[in-house]
């Protein structure tokens, strides 16, 4: 092992190797806890256990290739599942600020762009895993690819870590093994049967940020695949709109995607889970409501009388958009405002602003690009990200029930557990590997 912690080659020739602290995973969260136990001043023999052949394939896949790092303004409210004060605690001990030096040191700048993404300067994912690597590897923590965890026992002394390349053993060990999204990546859910093992209660997953698939009768996003326009999604839960959501919408020839679409995924699929009754509409005039619609309506039949229905619902939608719902409410998009009857212009407006989107799923964990549920977040310390039920256990990144929304807050929730979960492996942490 390089950085003068002791040759790894002596741990991994013996029978049955013995090393102070094992990560197990080694994508952003993982990786994160090796570099941060290393500057919090750990001097054991640390190891990153990765099941995959090269490690890291989330981050090189992530933001199309380019990665979006974390975001300009990162709080609380930007994440949903476990309790929000816990969250705040964890993200306050590396703030998005943090993250942006943190990458600098690491030779990686960022920029900002729409929404407060933050990506690397060079706009390259591998930049940013190699970055991590490098920095990994010259803290002298050793990374084994291929070495696929099996099971972990916890025993008097530490734990006893069955791998598909032999028993290893390890006095403290931190799970880092992402969710269930992207399984291709690495993350195939199988942390969750490791911790539950050790003793954790797992909250039922779901597929987060994915997009939503709608019934094969709905014709307009099938008609309209490509569109992209702002607009809100209301998530109704038993008869009542449980939270209102805004951004860009993209229609697709399955349903809906784009940033709006995968925020709202996972409040549609938490409730479906929960056996209620789930549905969703879109107002294609953010902010406006039915009235507000008409009101404008008669404000626009009052200046140009002569103006044709379809002119008007072109200046609310995409022109495209505009000829399909008209035709879809079965109006005459030739006539003039003046001319529609008063009954045709409310269901008009109650289209505009309450369209019903026949959700029947999301494409799954294949293509979501995170996991709702996970181990309950108050198992974990936030202080130290141990666990409150399995000494010498540390749990950070995806594996907790804990999801952010698109826009780069699920790589500052791994980056920030990370870092906690690190400094509690240094000196006066309660996981001191001191060799």
């Not at 001319?339 to 269901?347: A, S, T, V």
């Not at 309950?376 to 141990?386: G, K, R």
Request: proline share 5%; with cysteine.
């Amino acid at each position: 092992m390089s950085g003068g912690y002791g040759p790894p080659e002596e741990l991994l020739l013996s029978d049955d190797p013995v090393f102070d602290a094992l990560i197990v995973g080694a994508g952003a969260a993982g990786l994160t806890t090796a570099i941060f136990a290393r500057r919090s001043g750990a001097t054991g023999s640390i190891a990153l256990l990765e099941g995959a052949r090269t490690p890291g394939a989330k981050i090189l896949v992530s933001g199309g290739s380019r990665c979006n790092v974390t975001n300009a303004t990162v709080t609380e409210r930007d994440f949903w599942g476990g309790r929000p004060t816990i969250v705040r605690r964890i993200l306050r001990a590396f703030p998005a600020d943090d993250t942006v030096a943190f990458f600098r040191e690491l030779g990686v700048t960022l920029h900002e762009e729409a929404s407060g993404k933050l990506f690397p300067d060079t706009n390259r994912a591998r930049d940013v895993l190699n970055a991590l690597l490098n920095a990994a590897t010259a803290a002298g923590v050793t990374i084994l690819a291929g070495h696929r965890v099996l099971g972990i026992t916890a025993m008097s002394d530490g734990f006893q870590v069955a791998t598909s390349q032999g028993p290893m053993r390890a006095r403290a060990v931190v799970l880092a093994t992402g969710g269930r999204s992207l399984p291709k990546s690495g993350s195939d859910g199988a942390g969750y049967a490791i911790a539950r093992q050790l003793g954790h209660t797992i909250v039922e997953t779901t597929p987060a940020l994915d997009a939503l698939v709608l019934n094969d009768h709905e014709p307009l996003h099938r008609q309209l695949s490509g569109v992209s326009l702002p607009a809100q999604l209301a998530v109704w839960i038993d008869g009542t709109i449980a939270i209102r959501l805004s951004g860009s919408l993209l229609l697709t020839h399955i349903g809906v995607s784009g940033p709006l679409a995968m925020n709202a995924s996972r409040h549609f699929l938490r409730a479906r889970l929960e056996r209620r009754d789930a549905s969703v509409t879109a107002s294609f005039c953010p902010g406006l409501q039915l009235d507000d619609v008409d009101a404008a309506f008669l404000r626009a039949a009052a200046l140009s009388p002569r103006n044709s229905l379809q002119t008007w619902v072109a200046t609310l939608v995409p022109a495209s958009m505009s000829m399909a719902i008209v035709a879809h409410l079965h109006l005459d998009g030739t006539i003039a405002l003046a001319q529609l009857p008063r009954e045709d212009r409310r269901r008009l407006a109650a289209a505009l602003v309450g369209w019903p989107l026949h959700v029947v799923g999301s494409r799954g964990y294949t293509y979501a690009e995170a996991t709702a549920g996970g181990v309950a977040l108050d198992e974990i310390d936030p202080a130290t990200m141990a666990s409150r039920v399995c000494p010498g256990l540390y749990l950070v990144g995806e594996i907790l029930d804990v999801d952010g929304r698109i826009g780069g807050f699920n790589f500052q929730w791994a980056w920030s557990t990370g870092c906690v979960a690190g400094r509690a492996l240094g000196p006066g942490g309660r996981g001191y590997t001191k060799g």
